[in-house]
Nanobody, 115 residues
């Protein structure tokens, strides 16, 4: 089992940056995928980015070139660096981990993009 705790959300102006963190309760070295989804009000949850072992990454087309996912195995943490934020990026961001056949989710962190 894996508990995930997100942090780093907040309010940012359009064009600004935020870095989200997802801390896992155990080693992430053997976790197949870790990543981020997001959900805006009234919409379905959408894939944002994921990172596998060893360090292959995938991104949604809408965030390519602006967001970067990375991992620090020593800290059992995955990061999402978000640059060039747009109003349409505003959502609750959820961290996920696929370990074996089970997907675990964090509680989410709110990202608000507004001037």
């Amino acid at each position: 089992q894996v508990q995930l705790v997100e942090s780093g959300g907040g309010l940012v102006q359009p064009g600004g940056s935020l870095r989200l963190s997802c801390a896992a309760s155990r080693s992430i070295e053997t976790i197949t995928f870790m990543g981020w989804d997001r959900q805006a009000p009234g919409t379905k949850r959408d894939f944002v980015a994921r990172i596998s072992s060893p360090d292959n990454t995938n991104y949604a087309d809408s965030v390519k070139g602006r967001f970067t996912i990375s991992r620090d195995n020593a800290k059992n943490t995955v990061y999402l660096q978000m640059n060039g934020l747009k109003p349409e990026d505003m959502a609750v961001y959820y961290c996920f981990a696929l370990a074996g056949l089970t997907t675990y989710w964090g509680q989410g962190t709110q990202v608000t993009v507004s001037s």
